[in-house]
């Protein structure tokens, strides 16, 4: 019986290709759409969720920043975790992290970099419940001079050789030999604090690259510090006691606070974060977009399926004229509903099989069905099961129920609730289209005026060249080869200026230094509110294009470092002064020593478009720390690009032959900044095309439903005279007004959200009334395309076809 | 002269094969004549109707309506002289379920851009000729299939066509509503309007000046 029932399904949908392919592709995009941003949504929430995660909080500093406490660093201090574990009962445990950037570990003299370390409390593995593939969790990093890798680092320092007691170097102190205590399988956990090696953090006090922070407590704050509190413990009670907790000793205008590790990821954007967070506001946008595409293709079906079931009113007449059972027919219907569901579940997963490693391009991912992520589906699973059978009934009740003796008297055309239940439905869809359209729009303005706002200084062809000596132990004979190589590359006809920062615009927040306190030249002393400074070299100003506003840059001196300073005009602001000249020549005190201003610069941006202008204190100072390289004109092309970036690395390697080294081109760093919402504005592109796509079936399927219920109408207007125009006008009229009002209903909500979304740039574009047109003018031009390609063909049959007296 | 079909043939092909509709069909229909179409069913009587009325086209064969060559004629225009001059009525009345009598008597003016002033009195003036004020805001369904049958002639006349063609006008009515349709039909033909009417009943057919027998789609 069942094998009948499907035959029939078969010869149904094939018969009905048009119908049938319309209706599975709706479906399948619909579904493919949903998995996809759910995958990725998952992915984004999936992180630090991990055995006993729930009770596991960051300690971070607020600052108090003009008489309020603000979010300030990440960060805590060296002493924050113990004391407050002696303080709080409820706290069990607690790790620090020390980050070891750019390591360089040496087996036997040979250097292997691109890995990223921590010194690491022993409760590490406790607390972020890892565990070990080979050593001893409870001991691996008790004792000084022990390491923890990570797999794929261990295969990539011993191949398959045991690394477990295997002796390492590590670059910056080569005098110390470190043991490999244990491996650690940590490739698919997914945290924002990511580590292939781990250094015990006993090391710390005896390691010469620290020397000068053994006597910090209350004075360094470099330590992501993580605790682990008891099982139902009332979290924001302890956030209370720990935000009020002043310890003995601590002096700062700071308080510690808590933050759930789960919540770092989507939630959390502090100076000093580890790495560059997601944002909670784009995957729960995403998500509720991943909804609405998903239902929007379910009603879509349910308004086709039922539009085809006028259609088959006379079938479905005869059948029970002839003596078909409710539940048999009932049964059929389920049988072709329930096959196009499968096959539209069976293409929307092929498609994102398909689409997936393009996808993962797009959105700069690494998304699959493996493992966890998958697991994360299995709930939308059952939604997606429940919705599709309840779309799958919904045909096949409408269907069955029709009465025999009005269906062959052809009076079925009339279901006025049908058609309102249609026409509320459109109205959604282009509600959420045109908003849809005009966030695509705004998002793109946005991402567009930040790429073309002045960054106040040149990034163009400038690169910055970093790399760790391994084998100058003295700083005199470094500091000598360092400015051979300097002069060498200076010489090099593909460079243009040569000079050396601590930092540079775009780089990482960890590189700027943040101070509170400073003393302005009118002896008014700050104590409130964060500035910035790093170090650079006299020529710096010149290479990087900034441009001054008063005075000039630092004069070079025979010790290459002085107590001279250029600062931005956000400085100046902060400092209370009007006229910037007359801070020219001025004394500025902090970290205990008098500075003099030399010049202010033009306000550029440092941390990114994202951020808002800081004032920052440029220092002449004599850093190694990046080399930066203004390109030639000749190497603008590829080619030539490519040949300067050859030769400057020959120079390198001819003057340090043992080192690791790495190239930046500071313009593309810059842009990176802004890589999430540029990911993020790209998925929304998307699924707003597939949302219109949806929309458009919708509206085809109300079209045709229309159609069909007002061919009698169309066939006496057009025998009294009407025009195809005129009927053109009559059928689309409608679909206009809808628009228009779906336009009203849409702008105040994509006002709405993208106010909010703006709210998180330092620089925002402007809301413009033009894009509202446009988004508009785009919903309705499809609308019209979709509506007309039916409306025309209803509006050109022979009236003759139409009012036929049977 | 008012129309004139010359060898008229009209066929479709189904199957490989030519199904003629109507063939070799001669007529000509002076103003103000009043024919009576018969014929058994599928004979061919709607074909011809719509094909008078230009709703329909043909294969072969000439056809002049008011000295202009139909079958050369562009669409744009053949529809232009339809909507001058022709009116139709239909068996099952074809009124707009969602409009009320009065919408539905100024539907087809709006076509033709009448003046809203126009239209009114246009509207006014029908419902007065047929005694229907009182119904003007009711919808059809609300009426008898008589009534629903008056309104809609009123409608086919309201622009003053010269020529009504009806097809099977009280195929839905009692006898004596169809009675009284026939003689609303001669009162118009007196009053100067050609009509072309189907009809099964050689009662109704009495009515006009000359009947036209068709079998298989041929006069005889
Ligand atoms: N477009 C068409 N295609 C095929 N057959 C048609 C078409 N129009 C009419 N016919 C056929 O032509 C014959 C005449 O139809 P019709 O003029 O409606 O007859 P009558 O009105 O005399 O009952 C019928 O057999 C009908 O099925
Ligand atoms: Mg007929």
């Known amino acids: 019986m069942f094998k009948l029932y499907l035959k029939i399904a078969v010869r149904y949908l094939l018969k009905n290709k048009l119908y049938s392919f319309i209706n599975i592709f709706g479906l399948a995009i619909g579904i493919a759409s949903f998995v996809l941003i759910m995958l990725y949504v998952n992915y984004e929430k999936s992180y630090d969720k991990f055995n006993g995660s729930e009770n596991v909080h960051r300690v971070f500093m607020d600052y108090l920043e003009g008489g309020e406490f603000v979010p300030g660093d990440a960060n805590a201090y060296i002493v924050s975790g113990p ?12 790790v620090r992290f020390r980050r070891i950037r750019n390591m360089v570990v040496l087996n036997n003299n040979t250097p292997f970099d691109g890995m990223v370390g921590s010194l690491a409390d022993p409760e590490y593995f406790d607390v972020f419940d890892q565990g070990l593939v080979k050593g001893d969790e409870s001991t691996a990093l008790s004792k000084p001079y022990s390491v923890v890798l990570s797999t794929p680092t261990a295969q990539k320092i011993f191949g398959d050789t045991n690394p477990i007691g295997q002796p390492l170097k590590i670059a910056g102190d080569d005098s110390v030999t470190f043991t490999v205590t244990g491996v650690m399988d940590n490739t698919n956990r997914n945290t924002h604090i ?123 007449g005869i059948r029970k004229v002839v003596g078909g059972k409710k539940s048999q027919l009932t049964f059929q219907f389920l049988s072709e509903s329930a096959m196009l569901n499968c096959l539209a579940i069976v293409l929307a997963l092929g498609a994102v099989f398909l689409l997936l490693p393009a996808f993962n391009r797009l959105v700069g991912q690494n998304l699959g069905f493996t493992g966890n992520q998958f697991k994360g589906l299995l709930p939308y699973l059952g939604i997606m099961l429940l919705g599709a059978s309840l779309a799958a009934l919904y045909p096949a009740f409408v269907l069955s129920r029709f009465s025999p003796a009005k269906v062959l008297k052809g009076q079925l055309q009339t279901s006025k609730n049908g058609l309102h239940f249609r026409r509320a439905l459109i109205i959604t869809q282009f509600v959420a289209t045109i908003s849809l359209l005009i966030c695509t729009f705004m998002a793109n303005k946005q991402i567009h005026y930040l790429k073309n706002r002045p960054i106040g200084a040149n990034l163009n062809q400038v690169i910055a060249l970093k790399g760790q000596i391994l084998d100058r132990a003295y700083d005199s004979i470094f500091y000598n080869d360092f400015d ?108 205990g020593q008098d500075w003099a201003v030399k010049g202010v610069v033009k306000d550029y941006n440092h941390f990114g478009m994202k951020s808002a202008m800081v004032p920052m204190v440029i220092r002449h100072d004599r ?100 025009t195809i125009s005129e009927i053109l006008q009559l059928l689309n009229q409608n679909f206009i007004k809808w628009v228009g009002l779906a336009f ?48 025309f063909k209803a509006a050109t049959v022979n009236p003759v076809e139409a009012l036929r007296d049977e | 002269m008012l129309l ?145 049958q008056l309104v ?69």
């Not at chain 2, 086919?156 to 003689?183: C, R, Y």
């Open chain 1, 744 to 791: 009203v209903i849409a702008v105040p909500i994509a006002w709405f959200a993208m106010d909010k979304w703006l709210e998180g740039f330092a620089y925002k574009t402007t809301i413009s009334w033009w894009i509202f047109a446009l988004a508009g003018m785009a919903a309705l031009t499809i609308a019209l395309i979709t509506v007309s390609w039916q409306s």
């Open chain 2, 152 to 220: 809609g002639i009123a409608r086919a006349l309201i622009s003053s066509p010269k020529l009504i063609l009806a097809d099977e006008p009280t195929g839905n009515l009692n006898s004596k509503q169809g009675e009284e349709i026939m003689e609303l039909f001669k009162q118009l033909n007196n009053e100067g309007v050609t009509i072309i009417q189907v009809t099964h009943s050689e009662k109704n057919a009495a009515y006009g000046s000359r009947i036209i027998n068709l079998l298989d789609g041929r006069m005889i």
């Open chain 1, 194 to 316: 990511k580590n292939d090696v781990l250094v015990s953090f006993s090391t710390f006090y005896t390691w010469t690259i620290f020397k000068n922070d053994w006597n910090y407590t209350w004075n360094q704050n470099e330590y992501y510090t993580y605790v682990k509190v008891a099982p139902n413990t009332n979290a924001e009670l302890l956030n209370q006691k720990i935000m009020a907790f002043v310890p003995e000793g601590f002096e700062f205008k700071e308080r510690h606070h808590l933050e759930p590790i789960e919540d770092i990821h989507l939630y959390s954007n502090k100076p000093y974060e580890v790495e560059v967070n997601g944002n909670g506001g784009n995957i729960k946008l995403l998500s509720i977009i991943a909804f609405i595409t998903l239902l929007l293709s379910w009603m879509n079906y349910m308004n086709l399926s039922s539009t085809k079931s006028l259609e088959r009113a006379k079938e479905i």
């Open chain 1, 623 to 722: 850093t190694t720390q990046n080399i930066l390289v203004k390109l030639d004109k000749r190497a603008t092309t590829m080619a030539g690009a490519d040949k300067a970036l050859d030769e400057i690395k020959n120079i390198w390697d001819k003057v340090f032959p043992v080192s690791t080294y790495k190239y930046t081109f500071l313009d593309q760093k810059f842009e990176a900044l802004f890589n999430e919402d540029r990911k993020f504005t790209k998925a929304f592109q998307i699924f707003t095309v597939l949302a219109i796509l949806i929309a458009s079936l919708g509206l085809f399927g109300l079209t045709s439903y229309t159609c069909i219920q007002r061919k009698k109408e169309i066939g006496v207007r057009k025998v009294n005279g009407a």
């Open chain 1, 484 to 591: 051979v190589l300097l002069e060498e590359l200076k010489r090099n006809p593909y460079v243009a200026e040569i000079s050396c920062s601590r930092t540079y615009p775009g780089d990482d927040f960890s590189n700027t230094n943040s101070n509170i306190g400073i003393t302005f030249p009118n002896g008014h002393t700050d104590e409130t509110h964060i500035w910035y400074n790093y170090g650079a070299r006299p020529g710096y100003f010149d290479l990087m294009g900034m441009d001054f506003v008063a005075g000039g840059a630092y004069l070079p001196t025979p010790e290459k470092r002085s107590h001279n300073v250029v600062i931005n005009e956000e400085m100046v602001r902060f400092m209370g002064i009007d006229n910037v000249n007359t801070i020219i020549g001025k004394t500025i005190n902090f970290w």
């Open chain 2, 4 to 148: 004139h079909l010359k060898n008229i043939f009209k066929w479709v092909n189904s199957g490989g094969q030519r199904v003629f509709l109507l063939k070799d069909i001669n007529l000509e229909v002076e103003e103000g004549e009043f024919i009576s179409i018969m014929g058994p069913s599928g004979s061919g009587k709607s074909t011809l109707l719509n094909l008078i009325g230009m709703l329909d086209g043909f294969d072969e064969g000439e056809y002049t309506f008011l000295d202009e060559p139909v079958h050369t004629l562009k669409e744009k225009h053949r529809a232009n002289l339809y909507k001058e001059y022709i009116g139709f009525v239909f068996q099952s009345y074809h009124l707009l379920d969602d409009l009320t009598v009065k919408e539905n008597l100024e539907m087809p003016l709006l076509y033709k851009k009448y003046k809203g002033a126009e239209r009114k009195a246009m509207v006014a003036d029908m419902l007065d000729r047929f005694n229907i004020v009182g119904k003007k805001d009711l919808f059809p369904a609300q009426l008898s299939g008589g009534q629903q």
């Open chain 1, 83 to 94: 004391t407050l574990k002696d303080e709080f009962p409820e706290i069990e445990k607690f």
